[in-house]
T-cell receptor, first 111, second 116 residues
Framework: AQSVTQLGSHVSVSEGALVLLRCNYSSSVPPYLFWYVQYPNQGLQLLLKYTTGATLVKGINGFEAEFKKSETSFHLTKPSAHMSDAAEYFC?????????FGKGTRLHILP | GAVVSQHPSRVICKSGTSVKIECRSLDFQATTMFWYRQFPKQSLMLMAT?????????EQGVEKDKFLINHASLTLSTLTVTSAHPEDSSFYIC????????????FGEGSWLTVV
């Protein structure tokens, strides 16, 4: 079975500051890990994913995430926040079958 | 364009009627599709897993007779909400799983259902 915990339902950062959204997972099999972004009233857009190989994964819009097996974490980062990054972010885990989502983190960007 | 397309994006129906939502994978074949429901400001709740040519697997607590899922082809799955009630009003999102792209799951744009 798989599960995902996102720490912090709301995160606020200043424009230009580092973005860090935390995600911890549990999985009984080697996991596939994902980050999705959801803008208001829209569906989900894939930011990045980890399946196998390199543990530092680069995605769209300047985001990246690092898979740390020892910490069972897959935190999402971006060096410099932009106003357009304000959205809901979901971490997800898949054990080769269905995908399970965390509860989401709302990212607020302060001017 | 979107890899997975949902239609309609918004639908309003009367209480007691049925409404169908379509989910299509546009540039790949999806043997597995998933249906989620999302309440305002909440996460996505997996409703069911749809496998082409077989019956859907429903998550615990989801009424299979109310939420009919059909996956008749490798590019199309449908969700029919039968005898809709106002509490069925929600944002429904489908996703399709690829096999040739690292098992990535792509999501549709979602469908807003309002039951009046």
């Amino acid at each position: 079975a798989q599960s995902v915990t996102q720490l912090g339902s709301h995160v606020s950062v200043s424009e230009g500051a580092l973005v860090l959204l935390r995600c911890n997972y549990s999985s009984s099999v080697p996991p596939y890990l994902f980050w999705y972004v959801q803008y208001p009233n829209q569906g989900l857009q894939l930011l990045l994913k980890y399946t196998t190989g390199a543990t530092l994964v680069k995605g769209i819009n300047g985001f990246e995430a690092e898979f740390k097996k020892s910490e069972t974490s897959f935190h999402l980062t971006k060096p410099s926040a932009h106003m357009s990054d304000a959205a809901e972010y979901f971490c997800a885990v898949s054990g080769r079958d269905k995908i399970i989502f965390g509860k989401g983190t709302r990212l607020h960007i302060l001017p | 364009g979107a890899v997975v397309s949902q239609h309609p994006s918004r639908v309003i129906c009367k209480s007691g009627t049925s409404v169908k939502i379509e989910c299509r994978s546009l540039d790949f074949q999806a043997t597995t599709m998933f249906w989620y429901r999302q309440f305002p400001k909440q996460s996505l709740m997996l409703m069911a897993t749809s496998n082409e040519g077989s019956k859907a697997t429903y998550e615990q607590g989801v009424e299979k007779d109310k939420f009919l899922i059909n996956h008749a082809s490798l590019t199309l799955s449908t969700l029919t909400v039968t005898s809709a009630h106002p509490e069925d009003s929600s944002f429904y999102i489908c996703s399709a799983k690829t096999t040739g792209r690292g098992n990535t799951i792509y999501f549709g744009e979602g469908s807003w259902l309002t039951v009046v």
